[in-house]
């Protein structure tokens, strides 16, 4: 073959049209020509001709004019079967023309009427069920046939896919080549030839003033944008008084797990020690919807997804006794209950959670139990005709608060473990010890020496965590000892 058919580099812009064998032959003749598109393509050839004919060979582009784009984006497979059945969404998606779409503004500041649109038409669905951001395509093919036979469909191959959304988004696939080497295509023939093609950015570098200024003008807008957020939020917060710390807990009862029975609903409540307090307004108990559960492997699950917000506030009263005395921390109450078809419902477990002492988000899964009667009399009570015992007051599940002693006992009180509720709880605190001022800093070393010692607090926790977990570990291990060398020792003491 001749070197010019072995070999042939082109420089390509966007939306560049080069035309191929096959178009030059097509739009050539007048009678194939029937739209504007097809009577310009038609003189730029015959302009073409006239020069000279066209410079490149094999390597042609498709704009995003062109009627190969249109049926591209609509015969793209969305796996690599070669018997696919599209899905309805794959169905609904080929049928919008994303590019040059014309998108209407949305009136945002008016209220929408109907929430759910029980009727829609064949326009809303499209408008509103599918992903119609504008995007501009461009295709690099190449005729790759055999030497002498340029201007075959069949042959053609795309090369290289640029896209340029509505947002800017430039996509380019297959990417530059770069150290990666050239990509290959083999034809499927008797031949069996293999092409090998590189793809490079041929774009001119920006200089550095015009980087400047592209940078002057991003400092601009993203300046412009900040002054706007802040003129919407505005600049007087409500802030704490000295010496209060701002609690918000904006919490989810997410599931329950693990239960008897079906049908669960969840009650629950805060309880607020000393130093607390919240407004008159603040709802600080509630009761979830009922929930019927499905199998999630060996438990049954509820999934309630209940969402309630509690704001709270700390006050610090003796400043000269906080180094010695460590704050109570607000606790949360609750307890899961079933109902069953003739409306008859049972205790299934009480639990009880200290919110977090860090701010953040936190998925707690707290194990409950249930109190349980002497002899088999209260469990017939409680399968056949429902009610089981229950709790008089629901601080017995920690400290009750009507306790004034030292010492609690629960000696005697019988119980039975049940299943576990998960909560997801986003915490926010809120003081002006938070504010990072050189003077503040001065004055208070953290704000948690300040408001009652809650480092002691967190640092007593961590100890007794530690602890806990040494204990859990010495046990393990024991328990993985054989028994006889177990005995041995014991009789050796």
């Not at 994303?98 to 829609?120: F, G, N, Y």
């Not at 000393?274 to 999630?296: N, R």
Request: contains cysteine.
């Amino acid at each position: 073959r001749p070197p010019e058919d072995e070999e042939e580099e082109v420089e390509v812009g966007w939306q560049e049209k080069l035309f191929s064998q096959f178009e030059v032959d097509l739009y050539l003749n007048e009678s194939a020509c029937q739209t504007p598109l097809d009577w310009q393509y038609h003189e730029e050839i015959r302009k073409l001709e006239k020069a000279g004919g066209r410079k490149n060979c094999r390597i042609f582009t498709y704009t995003d004019h062109d009627r190969f784009t249109n049926l591209e984006e609509l015969c793209q497979k969305v796996t690599d079967l070669d018997h696919e059945e599209p899905s309805y969404l794959v169905e609904r998606m080929a049928n919008v023309r994303r590019r040059r779409q014309d998108r209407r503004p949305v009136e945002a500041s008016s209220l929408k009427s109907k929430i759910i649109t029980w009727e829609p038409s064949e326009e809303f669905i499209k408008s509103n069920h599918v992903i119609n951001t504008p995007v501009q395509t461009m295709y690099i093919m190449g005729d790759l046939g055999p030497y002498g036979k340029l201007g075959q469909r069949e042959y053609e191959n795309v090369l290289c896919t640029i896209k340029v959304d509505g947002n800017g988004v430039i996509t380019v696939k297959p990417d530059f080549t770069g150290t990666k080497g050239a990509y290959r295509i083999e034809l499927d023939g008797e031949k069996r030839e293999v092409w090998e093609y590189t793809i490079e950015n041929a774009s001119a570098q920006v200089q550095p003033e015009e980087e400047e200024r592209e940078q002057r003008v991003f400092r601009e807008l993203y300046g412009r944008h900040r002054d706007y957020l802040n003129g919407l939020v505005g600049t007087d917060f409500e802030m704490p008084l000295p010496g209060t710390l701002r609690l918000l807990v904006n919490g989810e009862i997410v599931s329950a797990q693990g239960y008897e029975y079906d049908n669960l609903y969840v009650h629950f409540f805060l309880e607020l020690p000393d130093q607390w307090s919240s407004s008159p307004f603040q709802q600080l108990s509630g009761v979830t919807q009922t929930c019927a559960t499905k199998a999630m492997g060996w438990d049954n699950v509820a999934y309630f997804c209940y969402p309630f917000t509690v704001e709270m506030f700390y006050t610090q009263e003796d400043e000269g006794v906080f180094p010695y005395s460590l704050p109570q921390w607000p606790v949360l109450y609750f307890e899961v209950l079933s109902l069953d078809f003739w409306q008859r419902y049972r205790v299934e477990g009480y639990g009880s959670l200290v919110l977090p002492t860090s701010p953040g988000v936190h998925m707690l899964t707290i194990p409950t139990w249930r109190p349980v009667g002497l002899g088999p009399v209260a469990e017939m009570r409680r399968f056949f005709i429902g009610g089981s015992p229950e709790l008089e007051d629901l601080t017995y599940i920690r400290i009750p608060s009507t306790f004034k002693g030292k010492r609690l006992s629960h000696f005697g009180f019988r119980t039975e473990t049940t299943g576990s509720v998960t909560f997801r709880l986003c915490c926010l605190q809120q003081s002006r010890a938070f504010l990072e001022n050189s003077a503040l800093r001065q004055r208070m070393q953290s704000v948690l020496d300040r408001l009652g010692g809650f480092s002691q607090q967190s640092s007593v926790y961590n100890v007794l965590e530690a602890f806990q977990r040494a204990r859990r570990r010495m046990q393990e291990a024991r328990e993985s000892l054989p028994q006889d060398l177990i005995g041995t020792s014991a009789s050796a003491v």
